[in-house]
Every structure is written in structure tokens, then in C-alpha cells.
């Protein structure tokens, strides 16, 4: 277990590469892509600047689909955030409930008891691993797959989705945990039902790898294409697979262990390139790894009661004070930051968001590829648009 | 001399002469492929299908393509109407018509010769593939061969070419 | 007609069928007649068949996704093309306002009737091909080369960036993989000795015992057939070469900016050209119409034909439905570095085959030197590139 | 390295086509309008407000209390509390809303509403093809469109609504009691007061 050191002094890497001239009289050729380009996750933006197919430049344009996430939570209870956290990132709406969950718990001295502490786990990396099978499978989409890893990942995540459908009622936006544990009880049939989906799982990542990771084609397009290396990965503070990808032992789960994470064994996989095919197979193996958590904590799930009965769902003022937690959602590291000044809601409320901070590295990881890269690396980077604009 | 003949004459001189007169330059790569179509249809007409089919192969499918290529790398395909290449004759126009007049009367002088030394058949000698093949691989090896050399020659110097300057970069 | 069998009338039932309406004309116009005929006959069969196909493919990927594709037009959403074709015609044709008209409409078109000519030396079925010429398969190459200047036309007429991107994309990769398809039909021209696509299914239609004779069953055969398949997948911009239109990069490449019926011609070309070049190969490597087991021969020449036909473009689905799509420079590297130079390899050792004579001898050479070569060919280019299986560290 | 990894896949493909056919795990599509899930008992889409009884005006639980307005995140919920007092299910003088407006083109789903809710008056529907062709006043639904009555409820969500209706009946039945013991005292208190002015009155006995 190693914590990364952060270098105060700027890492070479980090510094831009010159833009190499263009040769001769050849023409550069600018290109928006998007906001309304097949593949750009939502609406985001790129203007590339090319020379043949060449990048030479690139501007991430986004806030398109910017909400004032973070203005509206300091207008409105404490409570009434837990919803909006939903749809920052909507593919994991679980981890964000969790994230903001640990956020006020720490802010107003709370804790979870056991019980729900073990389900938030399980619902956590059941979002990772429907986050990291469907972040794949876009990945191959915009490799031109016509979308069948994309569909046996949706496949797969339908049957968790059904899960969270039957526990919190809504499929995505799932709204479900509370400060101080959850919002509603689970029984028996439920966590039956989801060992069931568990045990079909590494049945399913099996499938998804025949399918692709010796696929000639994939390693092709994707070994040595978009390389992060370390120490620029560290310094612009990237987290999450795509960190790991670039070999930087840095998982929060291990670094911080919030939650019950230290009861459960598990391995964090590490890349030796930090290129996309890295970053994909960091993803398939943290998938495995995730699998293997759930089976741990399904074995025992204690009883008990799902929330602390001391705590206020209405009317809920914390002390005056600062908090600032943070989880290993599958994207990265996801940061909730609160000030409260005693009022029902918070002074500040701010987010860090793991996919609008790995988007950073977006030029460098891009340039002196092609443009069907650039398509390729931003995929791996693995966004989503509603947590990059906020 | 058939209305066929006169009909695909027609049509391979408008292609050249559209290539000459159009101001754009993409539409005149596409008017030269119009008199290259021309021609083919002439060699079919003519019922030499191998020389027909090898024009539209070879000129169609890549001379063009590699014309039009050439025009979109080096410069933009419109040239504007006030410069001085944008005029169809150019102060330079009198070399020019010096320079087709001797190619034409060139060839002409050429067909003219050949066209006495041939015995005066009505006849059309049936040239099939094979009767090329074995001519080729017969009569003609060691011109194949030189041009088979040359055309090697070209192809290793176009590959050093394009090495250097991916080394280069 | 009575002196034939069953199976020889339904064998020739089209061509008895064209002469019964030709005998109603004078016979001074009477080929003239066939020939419509015959046009008449590959206008409509075609693109029924092209209708057919979006269906078997939409559904077939939806079979490999694990879902059921189009099921709601008609029985089993087999009208589905019927409706596709409704709203293309329906919709508003779009011309860019800077586009160049002339030849933005030209370009569809000049496509269409080059894919179209292809079908010409097709031969569909025993005595059932349009123009018997001596130089067939070269007269269908000069029509395949001609689609790459409507490419050209569709992605410069447009003035889009992306429009033109995939037109220079089409052109380069049409040009690239022109070579190798050429090449490896030259290896059975060099064992049939003749350019006419009649002749070359002659030249397959023996048996060995049951066995047929076709060129894919030998050495030398498998290996011109497999570059064949790759460079025709790639003439046809399908999928896992489906760069120029690759939607994921370019929109919809050279014709983006197409819409209507336009693009409705463009889609058709690309099946079209799918459906010529499927019918090609089946010529040359697989025995044409003949039957694959002597004993099927009772089931006419033109069903083993299309059967031969539609299992193509199962495999053109099939790869579609897996594979991602490969990068520009990676296209052009393995046209120029791998498909090449194992087609120019396999043109030798075809010519090895024709002088070894009968015997096993040749089997066992042939084979050796084409395996070997893929082996080498295939380690190399992964190790010069880096290319390899990973293995991966864990942090505890 | 020389091709297996595309035949693996080609297979794994393959392999899927084929289960299409025989497995209906390879087949996940439900062929929506004409088959239809059953939906988990906790499945929630939009607010419907309960009502006891068989006369939905008269029997809305709701008492316009306003909490839920208050604490709506995204504002979809619009009360305006009546001027008077109307007996509610219970027979108990409360206020009720003369209007109650839900904009579910707002709402986001979140059953906050429901969960601040003291009265057990606003519940979540599982009632999803709500589409319509005007987009405001389509949307917006009114008192009338949003009362659901209490068996209703039981229909959708069964273990929940008995709970609900337990804990209710639990709570009645201590108003009742309470109201009872308050009438009751204040019986006896009249009473004895009653009493008092003729003689000593005897210790009021019995309680809740």
C-alpha cells in the first residue's frame, strides 16, 4: 500500500508538447467535433486543428450542459441535494449518493450503522461494474463494433439496474442513500436475487473478454495510442482506472478505506503503459476485483436496522463546520466539499468531479494521433457529460 | 466510320476541351476523365476490349484519381477570376499553341506513316487477351522486363522517399 | 422442351423463358431483346435482394446483440425496406448551399451505373450471364475502378470537412486494396488461363467422387481467397474497413451531407457493390453455380449461385457484428505490408503448384511455404508494432 | 497474435446468434406494448396524492401542511391552503388544499415529498405512459388528476400501503383514544365541575 507522493515541482511532462510547425505550405485543416458529433458522449466539443489527419491542436469546448449544480445546492436543503447528486453522474448515481452521503455524515458526526454500510458496498460496486461493462462497450462503439459489446454490457447492466430498480425504486436516479444510513430496508428476496446476478457475473466478463481482449484489431487500435505518463498523470491530479492504468498505486478504497473497505480483500490492478488498452484492461480487472468484493459482503450481511434512528431527515442543520469526503467512484476520485454556517442548507456545496478533472489531460493524451484517436481516447477517458458540466 | 465513331469522338473532344476551358480545377481533372472515358469506348469500339478496359483501369481508376489528388494537396481547386491563372488565355498562350501544334503534328505525322506502312485491311485483325499475353511474354520480354525493372526502381525510390520523411518527423 | 429432365428445365427456366418472349419478336431484334431482358432481369433481382439483405443484416445484428431487430413492419418486419424506401423518397433532398450542385447530384448516379455494369459479366447461373467477353473479370475491375471518382465527387461536391476527409479516406483505401484484389485474382486466372468468368466456373465444375473442384480447396486457392475476401471487404467499405463512412469519426464520411433518395442510392451501391463483389468471388474461388456436392447437382445452377451469394454476406454481417474498425495508416499498413506481399507470394507459389505436377509433394510445399509466410508475416508486423497480450500487476 | 482473438470473437458472436434462438437469456428484449414486466413493488415514477374514502374531495389525507411544497428540489409542487376547516377522514376539523398542482414535466422522481410527508398523503405512482401532446397544461396535473384512492394505493404498492395503513390505524386509533380521553376528561372535568358546585367530587378515574 503505497500512498502517491505528489511532486510540488512541475513534472516534465506536464508541460505541453510544442506544436510541432506545420511541414511545408500543407494546409491545417480546423474541425469542430460536436457539439453535435456522434461521438462525443452528449454535447461536448472539440475543435481539433489537423493537418491531414494529423492533430496538432486541441480545444475541449464543454458546458453545454452546465445546470449550476453546485449554486442550486446552496439554495436548497441538505437533503433536497441528494437527489440532484443523482444526476451528476448518472450512470452511477449510487456512488454520488454515497459521496455526498460520507460528506454530511462527517459534517455532522454521524455513522451509518452496519447494515447499511454493507449495502452501500454492494451497490457501490455493482455500479462499478455496470459503469465499467457499459464504459467499454461505448468504447468499442466508437471503434466501430456496431455495438455488440455495447449491447451484452447493457445486457449485463439491465439485470443490475432491475436490482436497483426493486430496492430504491428507480432505475438510475436512484436517490437512495441517506445521511446516516439509507433510505429504505432490503430483505431477504433482494439479496438473494442479487447474489443470483453476482454469480452470473464473472460468467459474463469471461464472455465480454473472448470477446475483445485478444481481438487483434483492438490491441492494434489501442496499444500505444494516448499515453499518459505517470508523473503528468499524477500532477494534474487524474484519478481513478485511468490513473491506475498509467501504474500509479492510488485507489481510495485502499488509501482512505471510508466505509468498510477494510474488511474485504481485494487486489488493485495496475498498467504498465497507460495507454487505452490499459485503461480498458484495468477496467475488465477491476471488474473482476469488484465481483470478488461482492461476493465477500454478500456472504455476510449483518442485521439490523438500515439508518441511524438518531438522525433528521427534515429540518436537518448541522453544526457550523467543514467536511470534505471522498469515495473511489468508478470514474475516479469523487470529492463532495460542504460548509455549513447552521443553516438548513450549506453555505458552500462544491464537487469534485473525476471525469471533468481526467478530461483535463485530453490535448496532451491526443496529439500527434489521428483522428479517429482522438474519438478513441476520449472514450477511454470514460465521461460522463452531466458530471463534467454540473 | 460509323455515327458510333463520330458520336464518341465527339465526346472524347468535348472531355478534352471542357479540361481546357473549365475554371475550376476538380471539374477539370473530371472532364479529362470524360475524354479518357471517350477513348476507352473508341478501343471498344475498335473491339480492342483489353486496351479498352486497361484505359478505363488505369486511367479512370487511378490517373485521375492521382490528378485530383494532386490538385486538392498542392493548392485550392478554385483559382479567383482576377488573378492571372484564372484566365483561360494567359499571356503565355502563344508557347502554349506553339507547343500542342508540334505534339499534334507529331502524332499526326505518326499515324500518317503508320497508317501507310499497314497492309489496307477492312478486316480487324481479333486480338485476344491471350494473343497480348504471349506477345508480351514472347516477342516483347525485354522491353516487359526493362519496364518491370523500372518500375521497381520507382517504387523502392518512392518508398525511401516517404521513409525519409517519417524519419524525418 | 420435352426431350429435357425436370432439373435442366428448372435448371434454364430463365433463359427458355427469354427466348419464348423473344421468339415474339422479329428476329432481327431478337438479341437486342435478350439483352433488355437480362438488364431488365438485374435491375429487379438486385436490389430485391439488396431489400432483402438490410433486413437479414439489421436482424441478424440484432440476433448477435440479443435483441430481434426490425419485427414490425409486416410479418417478421420483412417490409421494413418497404417503409425505409417510403421515407427516403418522402424526405426533403438537402444540397448544401455552397455544394456543387451538378456534381453532387451526379455523383449517386455515376455510382449506381458503374456498380450496376459489374453485373454484366456475372454468370448468375449455367448460360445465364448478360455479355460473355474475353476480358470479363478485367471489364468488371475497370467498373470497380470507376466508383472511386463518384466518391471522389460526393465528398469534394459537398464542401464538408468531414465529407472530404471520407472521400480522401474512400479513395486511398479503394486505391490501396484495388492491388491486392487484382493480384489475387490473377492466381486463378494463371491456373484457368482465361479472363471470362464462364469459363473459370468451367474450368471448377469437375468432381472427385463427390468432392468439387473448386480453387478454395487448394493451397494456393484458401490463401488468394482469404486476401480476396479482406481486400473486397475493404473495396466495399464494410466493416471491420468501414473507415470512409466511419460514424463514430466522420459522421458519415463522403456522404454526409446527402440526404433523401441521394443517400438512399449511395446505401444501395454499397450493397450492390457488396452483391458483385460476393458474386466474384464465388466465380472465381467457389465454383460459381456449380453445386457443392456432386449429387446436388439436381437443384438448379442459379439457387446454389445465390445460396454461394447470401452466405457472403452472412459473413459480411457476421464480421460486421464483431469486429471493430481498424485506423487509417493501420489500413494502409496491412494492405501494403501484409495483403501484398502474401498475395505477390501466393502468385509464386501458385505458379510452383501449376509446374510441381500431380502428387502430394505439392500439396505439402505449397501449403508450408503459405503457412509459414502468415506465421512470420504475422509475428513480425505485431512485434515491430509492440503488439502483444499483457500481463497485468496488482497492488494489494 | 495471428488472428485467434477474431475467431474467439467471431465465435463468441456466434455463439450469441445461436443462443438467440433457444435461450431467452440471449434474447433480453420484452416486446414492449404488447408484453409488459411486472414492475418491483418499490418502483416509483410520480406523485399521487391518497385519499380515504369513497369522495375524493372529502377524503384527500392531504391537510396542506405545505411541507412538501417547502421541500421539493426542483419547486414541481404548487399549494395553496384553503381559508377554512373541513372534517377529514377521521372526522377531525383540518385544512385542505383548494389547489394542488404537481408540473411532472419538473418533477424529477425523488419521493422526498413522500418522505417528508407526516400525513401519509402523498405516495408515488408506478404509472409511467403519461405522454401527451400539449406540453404545458398536459403536464400539469391538479388535485383531481393526482387523487388516488387508498385501495388504489394498496393495488400498486401492497407491503408498503399496509404498513402505511397500520401505522395510520395506529395513529387513529391514539387521536381516537387521545381525543376520546381529551373528551372524556373533559366530560368528567365538566362534570365535576358540575358536581363540584353541589359536592367534593370523587377522583376522576380511567385515562387513555
Known sequence: ?390 | MSPIFYLLAAITVAGGLATVLLKNLVHCALAVTIAFLGLALLFLSLDAQFAGFVQILVYIGAVAILVVFAILLTREAEVPESSPAGRVFSKTWLTGLVIAAAVFAMLGWAVLQSAQALPNETAMPAVSVRDIGNALVGRYVLPLEIVALLLTAATIGAVIVAMHEKEAK | MSGMNVPATIDQIFILFTDWVAHFFPAAIRPIVGVVLGVIGIISVFPGLFALTTVFERKGLGRMQNRYGPNRVGPFGFFQPVADGIKALTKEDVVPFRADGVLHFLAPVVLLAAVFMGFAILPVGRNMVLVDMDAGLLFFFAMGASTELSVFMAGWSSRNKYSLLGAMRAVAQMISYEIPLLLSSVVVIMVAGTLSLPKIVEAQAGYTGIWPHWYVFTPWGLAAFLMFGIAATSETNRSPFDLPEGESELVAGYFTEYSGFKFAIFFIAEYLAMFSMSGIATTLFLGGWSAPLSFLNVLPSWFWFFSKVMCFIFIFIWVRGTLPRLRQDQLMNFAWKFVLPFTLLDLFVTALWRFMGEGWARWIVCSAILIAAYVAMGRVGMFRKNFAHRRYRYAE | MLGEGIIKGMLETAKNFAGSYVSKERLTTVQYPEEREALPEASRNFPILIYDGPEWEAGLRCVACQICEKECPPKCILIEKSADKKPDAVGKPQFYPTRFDIDIAVCMSCQICVEVCPFEAIKMDKEFELATDDRFGGLLHDRHQLAKSNEYYHQIHPVEAAEVDARLAEERAAAAAKSKAAAEAAAAKAAAAKAGAEKPAPPAGGGA
Open chain 1, 1 to 390: 500500500m503505497s500512498v502517491v507522493e505528489t511532486k510540488t515541482e512541475r513534472a516534465e511532462g506536464w508541460n505541453r508538447p510544442p506544436q510541432p510547425a506545420p511541414e511545408g505550405e500543407g494546409e491545417l485543416l480546423e474541425i469542430a467535433m460536436g457539439p453535435h458529433h456522434p461521438s462525443t458522449h452528449g454535447v461536448f466539443r472539440m475543435d481539433v486543428v489537423l493537418d491531414g489527419e494529423r492533430v496538432m491542436k486541441l480545444k475541449p469546448v464543454f458546458g453545454y450542459l452546465h445546470r449550476n449544480h453546485e449554486q442550486l445546492g446552496e439554495t436548497m436543503s441538505y437533503l433536497a441535494i441528494m437527489p440532484y447528486t443523482d444526476r451528476l453522474d448518472y450512470f452511477c448515481s449510487l456512488s454520488n449518493n454515497w459521496g455526498y452521503a460520507l460528506a454530511v455524515e462527517k459534517l455532522a458526526g454521524q455513522e451509518a450503522p452496519e447494515r447499511a454500510q454493507y449495502l452501500r458496498v454492494i451497490l457501490a460496486e455493482l455500479t462499478r461494474i455496470q459503469n465499467h461493462a457499459s464504459s467499454i462497450g461505448f468504447l468499442l462503439q466508437e471503434m466501430g463494433a456496431s455495438g455488440t459489446p455495447l449491447m451484452y454490457a447493457f445486457r449485463e447492466r439491465e439485470k443490475i439496474l432491475d436490482l436497483f430498480e426493486s430496492l430504491t425504486g428507480s432505475r438510475m436516479m436512484c436517490n437512495y442513500m441517506r445521511f446516516g444510513g439509507c433510505r429504505v430496508g432490503v430483505n431477504d428476496a433482494w439479496l438473494n436475487a442479487t447474489r443470483k446476478v453476482v454469480a452470473g457475473l464473472p460468467k459474463f466478463v469471461d464472455e465480454f473478454e473472448a470477446l475483445l481482449t485478444g481481438n487483434e484489431i483492438l490491441m492494434a487500435r489501442t496499444q500505444g495510442v494516448g499515453v499518459l505518463k505517470p508523473e503528468l498523470a499524477v500532477n494534474a491530479s487524474i484519478t481513478g482506472p485511468m490513473l491506475r492504468a498509467s501504474g500509479v498505486d492510488y485507489d481510495i478504497r485502499k488509501v482512505d478505506r471510508y466505509g468498510i473497505y477494510d474488511r474485504f480483500q481485494f487486489r488493485v490492478p495496475l498498467g504498465d503503459h497507460g495507454d487505452i488498452y490499459d485503461r480498458y484492461m484495468v477496467r475488465v480487472l477491476e471488474m473482476r476485483e469488484s465481483i470478488h468484493i461482492l461476493e465477500q459482503a454478500l456472504k455476510d450481511v449483518p442485521g439490523g436496522p438500515v439508518m441511524d434512528p438518531k438522525a433528521k431527515i427534515r429540518g436537518f442543520r448541522p453544526k457550523p463546520g467543514e467536511a470534505y469526503a471522498r469515495i473511489e467512484a468508478p470514474k475516479g476520485e469523487l470529492g463532495f466539499y460542504v460548509i455549513s454556517d447552521g443553516s438548513p442548507n450549506p453555505y458552500r456545496y462544491r464537487v469534485r468531479p473525476p471525469s471533468m478533472i481526467n478530461l483535463t489531460v485530453l490535448e496532451d493524451m491526443c496529439l500527434g494521433h489521428n483522428v479517429a484517436d482522438v474519438v478513441l481516447i476520449f472514450g477511454s477517458v470514460d465521461i460522463v457529460l452531466g458530471e463534467v458540466d454540473r
